[in-house]
Every structure is written in C-alpha cells, then in structure tokens.
C-alpha cells in the first residue's frame, strides 16, 4: 500500500511572526511598551500606551494585509485634538457669522477678490482634525508606504540566518503593522496642530 503521509514542512514563518507579535503586544515579551511608544513618537502615558497598543493589535488581526488603517491616525488626532478643547456657544456662533458677513461687506468695496464660495465655519479642535484629516492623508501616503517598505527590507536584510524565512514570510504583516505606527504618529502631529492653526490658511 503507497505512503500517503506528507513530510512534515514545518512551522510555518508567518505564524511564527505573528505568534512573535502576539507575545510582544500581550506584555510576554521584555519589550517595555512605553520604549516602543516612545520610539513611534508617541506619549509614554498610560492611556497613549493603551491606545497604541490596541491599534497594534488590530493591526495583528487584520492577517497583515498590507494596508494602512487611517482609522488609527483619525481617533489618535481626535483624542489629542480634545485636550482642553472648549465647546462653542450658540452666541459664539451667531457673532463669528456676524462677523464674517461684516467683513465680506467690507471687503467686496475695498478689494477686486471674489467672494467666497464656501461659508466660512467655526470649528472645535476635534472637528478641524476630522475635516482636515482626508487631506493629511492623502499627502502622507506615499510617505508611510515607502516607510513601511523601507523598514521591511531592513528588517528583513539584517535579520539573523535563523530568522530570515520568518521575516520573509511575513513582509506584509510587517508593513501593517509599520504603516499602523506611522497613521499613530500622524494623527499626533494632525492633534497638535489643531491646538495651534486658528484658520485654513495657517496649515501652508
């Protein structure tokens, strides 16, 4: 009767690499959270910790698909974005209105501008960030995927001879998790800036 039975191939290296991830992102490893928070640019606080985190692990789950969830980088600038913001009052807003409608009036007379084609708005912190985020986006994509790419191939380049298969295996994983840094760090930034612009025209 012929042999059925199949060598044994072995474990496989992406499940490998993601059984590694796991460990580290479960506190099993000796990796100190708050040194990776740290190294991504981000607070060290327990909460940011927290936050990172469960974006990593999200990331771990999603079976490394290689794409970057900007999902991250929308509530991390939200959550930044919301430190000592200060609600608006119905009469706060009936007076910016007023005060835009004045300046209009003004300008139409004394300058050849056209007028604008989107009322002007008054905006929270939080909702500049959610506004303006497709923006951000949009121009640092190709930025994060040529990170992401960037590190994979280091990763991969000097990794020992043991653990090379492993690295190789998982490059997609790799850039998932890399890109999920990187959204993390851009909504920082996006969060901060929020606290600082006071119009459109300040981003330039």
């Known amino acids: 009767m012929p042999d059925d039975s199949r060598p044994d191939e072995g474990p496989n290296p992406e499940d490998e690499f993601r059984d590694m991830l796991r460990d580290i992102l479960s506190g099993k490893s000796s990796i100190d959270p708050s040194q990776l928070a740290g190294a991504a640019g981000l607070p060290a606080d327990p909460a940011s910790i927290?936050?990172?985190?469960?974006?990593?692990?999200?990331?771990?789950?999603?079976?490394?698909?290689?794409?970057?969830?900007?999902?991250?980088?929308?509530?991390?600038?939200?959550?930044?974005?919301?430190?000592?913001?200060?609600?608006?009052?119905?009469?706060?807003?009936?007076?910016?209105?007023?005060?835009?409608?004045?300046?209009?009036?003004?300008?139409?007379?004394?300058?050849?501008?056209?007028?604008?084609?989107?009322?002007p708005r008054l905006l929270?912190?939080?909702?500049?960030?959610?506004?303006?985020?497709?923006?951000?986006t949009q121009l640092a994509e190709p930025v994060a995927n040529s990170i992401s790419d960037s590190l994979t191939k280091v990763l991969t380049d000097q990794a020992p001879e043991e653990l090379k298969g492993m690295m190789a295996g998982a490059s997609k994983m790799m850039r998932s998790i890399g890109g999920t840094l990187f959204a993390m760090q851009l909504g920082q930034v996006v969060g901060q800036l929020a606290s600082e612009v006071v119009s459109g025209g300040d981003v330039g």
Do not use: C, Y
């Open 50 to 119: 927290n936050a990172l985190m469960q974006q990593l692990q999200g990331a771990l789950r999603g079976n490394g698909d290689g794409g970057i969830s900007w999902d991250a980088a929308l509530t991390q600038g939200q959550n930044k974005a919301a430190e000592g913001q200060v609600a608006v009052t119905p009469a706060e807003h009936a007076a910016l209105d007023e005060a835009f409608h004045i300046a209009a009036l003004w300008l139409d007379e004394v300058t050849d501008i056209a007028e604008l084609t989107v009322v």
């Open 124 to 136: 929270t912190r939080k909702e500049w960030v959610t506004e303006s985020m497709p923006v951000w």
